[in-house]
């Protein structure tokens, strides 16, 4: 694997509880969630959250200059609503410099089991300017550090695009995070960040999208639904091309989805992916058509935001899923 091997209690302390909460039975059903070699079921987590960030710093990006101008051309306040989703991708951005922050620190704290604060200091700059997880840490946080820079000129296509760009760099640079690298495997390498560009620009985009709506009239929220649409079809399409060949190759065999943790967690983010793709299907076929109308338009509003919502919710758990699954050991040999 590319990530460092980690020390950690908690998330050992918890998997090894797990069977004994539901059974001496469940031991033969139930497999071992072990995340000790990741730092912890915490930092795991965290792991997760730091991707969330960053997928929704690109997504609102996308939205933003893909997606949103011609809806924006038809609002009564389209330079306010710009301005709004201009600062929702720098908040995305920072979030995203302090939870990679955050991240980096804490496996620091995991490697070096550092007692004070001068300790934790040199064990950060230690992992930082000598390990692999270290180096792309610091071109993740250039990235985003670009990518505010160019979100606070004045806004336009061109100026975003440049945006965009490096939005793009940081979730690649996460992809890197995955076993593929570690397992020298240039074509899965290329899947993962395909799959993670194709989750950002769809669910990453959701938060930006949910906002939007609730201010648009409904005659740019129709358009913005539309136009919304192909870009999620083809995210979708993405996803499952990129998520069969990773379980193809990581997982290796039917048998080992329901044997092994990580096979459990594979179906767990499925189910997520599911449901989400559900949501999608009723927002393109039913709510979508009937925004245009003028009696309809402000009940299938409530209805759509509702639905977006739910997506958000969904999204951050299959995206949490996501971290989980890359802190276990995939079934086929490393």
């Not at 951005?93 to 955050?102: N, R, Y």
């Not at 943790?261 to 299907?281: D, E, I, P, R, T």
């Not at 958000?312 to 490393?334: F, K, R, W």
Request: hydrophobic share 60%; charged share 10%; glycine share 10%.
């Amino acid at each position: 694997m590319s990530s460092p091997r980690l020390h950690g209690s908690f998330g050992r302390g918890l998997c090894r509880m797990l069977p004994r909460a539901v059974g001496a039975d469940a031991v033969s059903i139930v497999p071992g969630f072990d995340f000790s070699d990741s730092g912890g079921l915490a930092l795991s987590l965290l792991r997760g959250a730091t991707d969330g960030a960053v997928l929704g710093t690109f997504g609102t990006l996308v939205l933003t200059w893909l997606v949103a101008p011609p809806a924006l051309a038809v609002a009564e306040t389209p330079g306010t609503l710009r301005l709004g989703l201009r600062r929702q991708g720098v908040c995305w951005a920072v979030a995203a410099i302090g939870l990679v922050l955050v991240w980096l620190v804490f496996v620091a704290k995991s490697l070096s089991e550092a007692a004070d604060l001068p300790a934790l200091a040199a064990a950060v700059g230690t992992v930082a300017a000598q390990t692999q997880f270290g180096h792309l840490v610091l071109a993740t946080l250039a990235c985003l550090l670009l990518v505010i820079a160019a979100s606070v000129a004045p806004l336009c296509r061109d100026r975003l695009a440049w945006a965009v760009m490096p939005a793009i760099g940081a979730v690649v640079l996460q992809a890197l995070h995955g076993h593929a690298l570690g397992m020298g495997m240039p074509l899965m390498v290329a899947s993962e960040c395909a799959h993670l560009l194709a989750a950002g620009a769809w669910i990453g985009a959701l938060p930006a999208f949910w906002l939007l709506a609730r201010r648009l009239p409904p005659e740019g929220l129709s358009i913005l639904a539309r136009r919304f649409s192909p870009l999620g079809v083809a995210c979708v399409l993405v996803l499952a091309a990129t998520a069969f060949a990773q379980g193809w190759a990581l997982i290796g065999s039917f048998g080992a989805l329901g044997g092994t943790a990580y096979g459990w967690m594979a179906l767990l983010k499925l189910l997520f992916f599911v449901l989400l793709l559900s949501l999608a299907a009723l927002n393109r076929q039913l709510l979508t058509p009937t925004l245009a109308g003028a009696v309809t338009a402000e009940a299938a509003r409530r209805h759509l935001l509702a639905s977006v919502a739910m997506e958000v919710v969904l999204g951050l758990a299959a995206i949490l899923a996501a971290g989980l699954l890359a802190s276990l050991e995939p079934t086929m040999p490393m």
